[in-house]
């Protein structure tokens, strides 16, 4: 497989991050991060939904 970029990445890993778009979200003092994809989200209001479903949080 070809090498490409800097640092080096496959091209089919290059290709796959340009197709995604994806953001890591994290809830100050949770030990993890969750990677969240913002096309299946319908708009603002349904992301935040989601994050509120995922930490568990009354209030972001």
Request: some cysteine.
């Amino acid at each position: 497989a070809q090498l490409v970029g800097w640092p080096p990445v496959r091209s089919f890993r290059m290709n796959a991050l340009k197709s995604c778009r994806y953001v890591k979200v994290a809830l100050d003092g949770a030990p993890y991060l969750r990677k969240v994809g913002l096309e299946t989200h319908g708009g603002y209001h349904q992301l935040l939904d989601a994050l509120d479903n995922m930490f568990g949080c009354s209030k972001l």
